[in-house]
Structure formats: structure tokens, C-alpha cells
């Protein structure tokens, strides 16, 4: 069966330090990634989604970054976060198609 | 025009009352349609797909209306169980598209 790894489950970093949160899934091959974020009380935002090793979209101009080094790995980095880098972190696989979304358990961010 | 909207809520309700939620969607081209549910401070987990013929799971009844761009959520017979956010997904060309979600409280 599938399953997806997201870490860490929390995190505290100060403003103008990098950042870097790893998502890998097991089980399952070329699955479309996807990187989203939820500030407190707000809904899903999605941030980049792939559909192969190296091919990232971006959806929302900002200080982050995502990578995809490995088909089954996906990377969100920012160099310097901001107090409004806060949030909820999710990443979330499916496969190729019109299948549903699987969500990894999340990273809470908070910038102080 | 957000491109997923939702009823905003919340919906507070008693115990065994039938609740419905809607989402429209802006973009015609859309593929598929799912609803999620969010348990405070977790991730989504997937309630249900939603299929232009209608589909049921228990309580649970989802619609589509491809012509009108609208999807529904019915839950008949709440349980204090079902309180929590639900989101509506609309997916086009592998882009997820969250609705902002609505908020149910079930009250004893």
C-alpha cells in the first residue's frame, strides 16, 4: 500500500532562517506531488505541484521554493522565512489522473 | 471570482438534523470533484469522490451539477462525530483547487 512521509510534524524558526521540509511516498511510482499551505483558520493554498522529477509548478509568487530530486521526493525550501511563512504545511500525492489527493501529516511552521 | 467557493458557515446543528453544503467552481474544464474532511489541526482525509450520476456512502450523499458548476454535500442523521471542516476539491489538469471549507459543529 501507499504511504507518504512528511517531516518535521512541528517546527519553530526564526524569521530570516532557511527552511526545508521533506515529503517522500512509498508505493507507488511517478505520483503528481503537491505542496500546500493553511494559515490558522484559512484554507488549503496550494504552493507548487509536480507531475515529474524536476518539473515544478508554481503557483503563488513568494520567498519558498520546491525541488524534486527523486520521483518520489519532494522539497519545500526558502532561503530567509518570513513571519508570514507561518502555517500548516501539507504535502499531499496522487496518482496521474483524476484520482483523489493523499495527504501527508503535516508540518505546523511557526516563525517567531 | 475565487475559483472554489463555498458556503461559509459555520453550521451549527443537532444531533440527527440533515445538513447540505455547496461549492461552486468557475472553471467549466474541470475533471473531477471530491469532498474532504478536516479535523481541527489535522490534514484533509478524502469523505468521498463526487460523480455527475451521484453518489452515496452511508449518511453521506455527494452531487454534481456540471451544467450549473455546482457540487453538494448532503449528511442526513448528523452525529456528534461528523463535526468538523469540510472542503470541496475541484481538480483540472492535476491542479487541486481547495475551497476555503465549512465549518460543522453537531450539538448534542
Known amino acids: 500500500s501507499q504511504t507518504i512521509h512528511q517531516w518535521p510534524a512541528t517546527l519553530v524558526q526564526p524569521v530570516g532562517s532557511p527552511l526545508s521540509l521533506e515529503c517522500t511516498v512509498e508505493g507507488t511510482s511517478n505520483p503528481n506531488l503537491y505542496w500546500y499551505r493553511q494559515a490558522a483558520g484559512r484554507g488549503l493554498q496550494l504552493l507548487f505541484y509536480s507531475v515529474g522529477i524536476g518539473q515544478i509548478s508554481s503557483e503563488v509568487p513568494q520567498n519558498l521554493s520546491a525541488s524534486r530530486p527523486q520521483d518520489r521526493q519532494f522539497i519545500l525550501s526558502s532561503k530567509k522565512l518570513l513571519l508570514s511563512d507561518s502555517g500548516f504545511y501539507l504535502c499531499?500525492?496522487?496518482?496521474?489522473?483524476?484520482?483523489?489527493?493523499?495527504f501527508g501529516n503535516g508540518t505546523r511552521l511557526t516563525v517567531t | 471570482r475565487k475559483e472554489v467557493e463555498q458556503d461559509p458557515g459555520p453550521f451549527n446543528v443537532p444531533e440527527g438534523a440533515t445538513v447540505a453544503f455547496n461549492c461552486t467552481y468557475s472553471n467549466s474544464a474541470s475533471q473531477s470533484f471530491f469532498w474532504y474532511r478536516q479535523d481541527c489541526r489535522k490534514e484533509p482525509k478524502l469523505l468521498m469522490p463526487?460523480?455527475?450520476s451521484g453518489n452515496e456512502d452511508g449518511r453521506f450523499t455527494a452531487q454534481l451539477n456540471r451544467a450549473s458548476q455546482y457540487i453538494s454535500l448532503l449528511i442526513r442523521d448528523s452525529k456528534l462525530s461528523d463535526s468538523a471542516t469540510y472542503l470541496c476539491?475541484?481538480?483540472?489538469?492535476?491542479?487541486?483547487?481547495f475551497g476555503a471549507g465549512t465549518r460543522l459543529t453537531v450539538k448534542p
Open positions: 463526487v460523480y455527475s
Open positions: 476539491v475541484v481538480n483540472i489538469d492535476n491542479d487541486m483547487r
Open positions: 499531499a500525492w496522487s496518482v496521474p489522473g483524476v484520482t483523489p489527493l493523499h
